[in-house]
């Protein structure tokens, strides 16, 4: 014969395991805006040097997002030199003013653009928010020793 019955949880115990959840939740989130942001303020600490924009092309990026359509942007591509080493990455522009991107994309081959670049490994690079006025979308595009950041 089994003595052991179930008792039924308590009002108390599942507000107070709610309050648990929750709080959980929103230390998490603002972990993960703490990293990012820490990620950032790592490379900002990074050298500069100066990057020339080869070309670029115009491309659909998948959304960060399932609730919106993939992105159509312009996506430049840049090479940099480190310690005598070729490096390349790409950027995509997220704020331009043509229907097809190509005159952003022809306008801006050949120009120069300042990179922070990892002293330890030339391939880790970041570019501060905007390139001609555009802000960017690096996350997704560059290689992937950037995401070790």
Request: with cysteine; hydrophobic share 40%; proline share 4%.
């Amino acid at each position: 014969m089994c003595l052991w019955r179930s008792k039924p949880i308590s009002q108390n115990a599942i507000v107070v395991f709610q309050v648990f959840a929750v709080a959980g939740i929103v230390l998490a989130i603002m972990g993960a805006f703490w990293w990012a942001f820490r990620r950032a303020r790592i490379a900002e600490q990074w050298p500069t040097i100066e990057a020339t924009i080869e070309g670029g092309t115009f491309q659909t990026l998948p959304s960060r997002d399932t609730r919106w359509q993939p992105l159509k942007a312009p996506v430049l591509y840049f090479s940099y030199q480190v310690g005598g080493e070729y490096f390349s990455g790409r950027v995509a522009l997220l704020e331009f003013f043509d229907d097809s991107g190509e005159e952003i994309i022809r306008r801006m081959t050949s120009k120069k653009l300042q990179i922070h670049y990892d002293p330890q490994d030339g391939t880790r690079w970041f570019i501060d928010d905007k390139i001609a006025g555009c802000r960017i979308r690096q996350e997704g595009l560059e290689s992937e020793a950037n995401r070790r950041l």
